[in-house]
């Protein structure tokens, strides 16, 4: 489903709103943003708002360059990366970064997300964790560029999550996901560890869905 300009600003603040309640980022922290159907222009969240009272009209559009096209407040410094992924990936429309404190905190200890609902073993089979790269760096571009090729999201160490999806939607839902497990995972830690679900289910699960 393809969106106009004004919807896909109103999808972008809205996105940013949900994630500011849940806790996953916090007024100034992470970004967003989506490419324009096809096209080489980028919707993407500004630097140093308040995230929880984004207007569409703060949204800032850029070129895959980080060149500005339209809009009065810079971009997120973040732009590299998000401009490195859709230059490597065509499928991908939509960026996520978020602060997860629970997904963030496990990679912070040196633990990966494992299988342990359905959702994570479908989605997040490797959630790649990277080392650290100074943000908004062109270095930390390429660095998730490379990384992100046949995965839904990269955590980044000492940094947060990013998250990529056809759309927005779909982006979210993996930050979610992310987020979710991350805090099983964290509670099941202090009771003796979490159970995974066995590879070969794991295997079935994918055919039953076609996956």
């Not at 407040?73 to 970064?97: C, G, L, M, Q, T």
């Not at 160490?157 to 779909?170: K, M, P």
């Amino acid at each position: 489903m393809s969106f106009d300009e004004a919807e896909l600003k109103e999808q972008l603040v809205r996105c940013m709103k949900v994630l500011h309640m849940r806790g996953l980022m916090t007024g100034i922290g992470g970004n967003a943003s989506v490419r324009m159907e096809g096209t080489t222009e980028v919707l993407i969240t500004p630097a140093a708002l308040y995230k929880g009272e984004l207007k569409p009209e703060d949204i800032v559009k850029i070129d895959l360059e980080g060149n500005v096209i339209e809009g009065v407040f810079k971009p997120s410094i973040e732009w590299h990366f998000h401009s490195a992924i859709y230059k490597r990936r065509i499928d991908v429309n939509a960026v996520i970064h978020t602060h997860s404190p629970m997904t963030t905190g496990l990679a912070l200890a040196g633990r990966k997300i494992e299988p342990v609902t359905l959702e994570s073993a479908v989605m997040l089979a490797d959630v790649p964790i990277l080392e650290f790269r100074y943000p908004g760096t062109k270095e930390l571009g390429d660095l998730v560029a490379e990384n992100i090729l046949g995965h839904r999201a990269v955590i980044l160490q000492n940094h947060g999550v990013i998250a990529v999806g056809y759309d927005l939607i779909e982006a979210l839902t993996t930050v979610e996901v992310l987020e979710e497990v991350a805090t099983m995972m964290f509670v099941a830690s202090h009771f003796g560890g979490a159970k995974l679900i066995p590879s070969d289910q794991i295997e079935l699960i994918k055919k039953l869905y076609k996956i």
